[in-house]
């Protein structure tokens, strides 16, 4: 238990069999949506996303050393601590506790967390972007928990990075539940965590590490989408029976794929309002995670999100799912278009830097990224 990080220790020690003795103690988001035409708002829509400004573009980070604590991606996490039905209960109420600011004189770091089905076939290029960054990151990964793949070599971001997990199912509660324990896991694990990112095992990074954790760590909003959408996708799906609680009003829609950052993840993990609300009447027609943190954020911090995803994905096709994009679609023009093709505004200012991931990608597609990254997106 020596390795262990100081929280899991705790957390370890209390669930230990009591010593004998007398003295013992112990959904995707609609088809309506789509990359081109971003979706109404009842007050200002999300921009559809592209470079930061100069100001925040990549610059040279600092080293390892600077942010006081241990190099490399975080700490050891057991997967074989948490076990039983009420453990998420205990993991949400210990990552309530944890500081909701970076410590003063901290290199801020971003957590990565990859809520997957089962693998991460993109892991090769996922290596080469973080590759030299150790110190500025944190990487977590939800999976399966009958995923029982080989542990990548001690070199790897990914190495000794699964979370104990539960079943993830489509469309229903779990999944939000899978976020919340991917965000309490990421705040106990490591303080200077200050961005939280959701990815999954089809994301790709479309710039170099440097711009992106400069680009999340220097901006003064989150990303996520809030929108309010007239019509069965949107505020159809709302329960009357989850008034006084959540009114219609407060109702909001938006992309799974959020950016937070630690005060607001932190209100996340330590929600005993609305998340029991989403669990008990948000079920069917009715996707939680497209709603649970857009309406969170609608009620706690209107003002505090940008109102858009910095994660990329296409729509126009119609359908349940997003466009799944092969081998022989990632091209040269294809990457700078997703780098630089649209317009938003980053901290009040106009820029073409909009999406810093892009999303769904086939493993056959891993070959093409190689060999495109060192020439298209600056790493590799």
Not at 10 to 31: E, K, M, Q, T
Not at 141 to 156: I, K, L, Y
Not at 312 to 324: E, I, L, Q, T
Request: some cysteine; hydrophobic content about 35%; charged content about 20%.
């Amino acid at each position: 238990m020596c390795c262990l990080p100081w929280w899991l220790q705790a957390w370890a020690w209390r669930r230990l069999p009591a010593p004998s003795g007398p003295s013992s103690s112990s959904a995707p988001p609609s088809a309506s949506l789509s990359a081109s035409s971003p979706p109404p708002s009842s007050s200002s829509p999300p921009t559809t996303p592209t470079r930061p400004p100069a100001s925040i573009s990549a610059a040279t980070p600092p080293p390892a050393a600077a942010t006081g604590l241990a190099s490399g991606g975080g700490g050891v996490i057991n997967s074989t601590v948490i076990g039983d039905e009420d453990d998420d209960d205990e993991l949400m109420a210990m990552a309530a506790t944890a500081p909701r600011e970076v410590p003063a004189g901290v290199v801020p770091k971003v957590a990565f967390l990859f809520l997957t089905r089962w693998d991460l076939p993109m892991a090769p290029l996922w290596e080469k972007f973080f590759d030299g960054h150790r110190g500025l990151y944190s990487v977590f990964v939800h999976t399966d928990p009958a995923f029982n793949g080989s542990e990548p070599p001690e070199t790897s971001a990914f190495y000794r990075r699964r979370i104990p997990s539960k079943e993830v199912k489509w469309g229903q509660i779990s999944m939000v539940e899978a976020e919340r324990r991917l965000l309490a896991h990421a705040l106990l694990d490591d303080h200077s965590n200050a961005r939280f990112v959701l990815l999954s095992e089809s994301h790709v990074p479309l710039f170099d590490f440097p711009t992106v954790h400069s680009y999340l760590t220097n901006s003064t909003q989150v990303y996520l989408e809030s929108y309010d959408q007239p019509g069965a996708t949107g505020r159809g799906r709302y329960n009357r029976r989850m008034s006084p609680i959540v009114t219609a009003s407060q109702w909001r829609k938006g992309s799974q794929w959020f950016e937070l950052d630690r005060r607001l993840a932190a209100d996340v993990v330590a929600d005993d309002v609305y998340f029991p609300a989403f669990k008990r009447f948000c079920k069917r027609n009715c996707y939680a995670d497209e709603h649970y943190l857009p309406t969170f954020l609608n009620i706690r911090r209107p003002s505090g999100g940008a109102n858009r995803s910095v994660t990329w994905v296409d729509w126009s096709r119609g359908g349940p799912h997003p466009a799944r994009f092969t081998r022989m679609e990632v091209t040269v023009d294809f990457l700078r278009w997703l780098r630089g093709g649209s317009t938003c505004t980053y901290n009040g200012r106009t820029t073409d830097v909009c999406f810093l991931f892009a999303r769904k990608f086939l493993p056959n597609s891993l070959t093409r990224f190689l060999r495109f990254a060192p020439k298209v997106m600056g790493f590799g």
